[in-house]
């Protein structure tokens, strides 16, 4: 197994761990270049992430997963979708301030 691939599966098994935690349901979690933003979560539960997202440190990564999974519950950026991200995340506006430096655009 190469790297690339290796990386990309520690990355799901990642996404599938804080799944479980936060109760989200996930149907499918891919991970390609995308063009527009870094990650997407739909509805139906499929997730999608940027393949650079393997190239960033774990705490960021961390970031986008929980930032992604709670829409699963909340569809905004409201009081409660801060609330969560505070307790999972801890400081989170730190991470956004951090991700919003290297451009990330989020849905
Ligand atoms: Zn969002």
């Known amino acids: 197994m190469n790297k690339e691939v290796r990386r990309k599966d520690q990355f799901k098994e990642r996404v599938q761990g804080w ?9 499918s979690i891919t991970v390609r270049p995308m063009k527009t933003k870094w990650a997407s979560y739909s509805t139906t539960g499929w997730l999608t ?9 774990e705490e960021l990564q961390d970031y986008v997963i929980v930032h992604e999974l709670l829409h699963s519950r ?28 290297l451009q990330l655009n989020l849905q």
């Open 19 to 27: 799944a479980d935690r936060l109760e989200a349901r996930v149907t």
């Open 49 to 57: 992430f940027d393949v650079f997202l393997l190239e960033l440190q």
């Open 74 to 101: 909340v569809p905004n950026h409201g009081k409660l979708w801060k609330t969560l991200m505070q307790a999972h995340l801890g400081d989170y506006e730190k991470l956004e301030e951090k991700m919003k430096r």
